[in-house]
T-cell receptor
Framework: DQQVKQNSPSLSVQEGRISILNCDYTNSMFDYFLWYKKYPAEGPTFLISISSIKDKNEDGRFTVFLNKSAKHLSLHIVPSQPGDSAVYFCAAGGNYGQNFVFGPGTRLSVLP | ETGVTQTPRHLVMGMTNKKSLKCEQHLGHNAMYWYKQSAKKPLELMFVYNFKEQTENNSVPSRFSPECPNSSHLFLHLHTLQPEDSALYLC?????????????FGPGTRLTVL
């Protein structure tokens, strides 16, 4: 049973619009969450994180929202750019810090 | 070189071969990790090393043997692999000084077992 789910395998968005990528988790012990972006033939690149003491974290065009009661987080990209086209992974971990559980990823395509 | 590097980037091996994957991090980190990513599956954590000591082994078969000679280098020795071991093997590193700990990944080694 997957502890971290990304139920949309793919998403297409027009350039300039908002991209919203969703992630759900089942383990209430998770309290630290990461988003990674992965281009083909490259390793995942860290994007943004959030701890459970916050419900929002922003870094430039990227904002992550956390709803602990719903065990749900989302990544918003505004405005979306063609270079954002990649696979996005969310990862969840507990306060021991290192044993992150990754979701299966969502492939984002930003159309010019 | 900066960040996390992995060699080779691609490897094809037979089931009776012995090969090794190498990872090097240039970030001054103290923790290093091996992950496996099979097609259409999430990343699976295999091993964690903190300050050269193995602290996590996620029920990985003994045909995978990690080695961490120092905090900057991590190896994964492979022997008598199976075709289902074909996957992308990713190395990562992090500060490793307790608390939650962002991991930085290398580009991966694409392994094909014939």
């Amino acid at each position: 049973d997957q502890q971290v789910k990304q139920n949309s395998p793919s998403l297409s968005v027009q350039e300039g619009r908002i991209s919203i990528l969703n992630c759900d988790y089942t383990n209430s012990m998770f309290d630290y969450f990461l988003w990674y972006k992965k281009y083909p033939a490259e390793g995942p690149t860290f994007l943004i994180s959030i701890s459970s003491i916050k419900d929002k974290n922003e870094d430039g065009r990227f904002t992550v929202f956390l709803n602990k009661s719903a065990k749900h987080l989302s990544l918003h990209i505004v405005p979306s750019q063609p270079g954002d086209s990649a696979v996005y992974f969310c990862a969840a971990g507990g306060n021991y810090g290192q044993n992150f559980v990754f979701g299966p990823g969502t492939r984002l395509s930003v159309l010019p | 070189e900066t960040g996390v590097t992995q060699t080779p980037r691609h490897l094809v091996m037979g089931m009776t071969n012995k090969k090794s994957l190498k990872c090097e991090q240039h970030l001054g980190h103290n923790a290093m990790y091996w992950y496996k990513q099979s097609a259409k599956k999430p990343l699976e954590l295999m091993f964690v090393y903190n300050f050269k000591e193995q602290t996590e082994n996620n029920s990985v078969p003994s045909r995978f043997s990690p080695e961490c000679p120092n905090s900057s280098h991590l190896f994964l020795h492979l022997h008598t692999l199976q075709p289902e071991d074909s996957a992308l093997y990713l190395c990562a590193s992090s500060q490793g000084e307790g608390g939650t700990d962002t991991q930085y990944f290398g580009p991966g080694t694409r392994l094909t077992v014939l």
